[in-house]
């Protein structure tokens, strides 16, 4: 008895997701991401890990920034976009 078995495609954008959690925010242009941690102490000292990975190695720490959400949002919220 043979059983097909069909691939469900998945986006390299959502296989990244998937490998990194929630808290992965690529950089469109490099391979190099923001890692937010699942879980931080206070609001405003979260870890955000600067990340990169070549081609078939495992992913380095580049940096850690200690954020302010509030800070994160003042200054996404503040960017405007031209028409």
Known sequence: MSEKVIQI??????????????????????????????????????????????DGEDPIQLSELYLSKSDLLRAINAVDFEN
Request: include cysteine; charged fraction near 20%; aromatic fraction near 8%.
């Open 9 to 54: 495609p998945v986006s390299y954008e959502q296989r990244k997701l998937n490998e990194h959690g929630l808290g992965y925010v690529p950089c469109l242009t490099t391979d190099k991401w923001l890692q937010f941690p699942e879980t931080a102490v206070h609001e405003v000292n979260i870890p955000v890990k600067l990340m990169a990975q070549e």
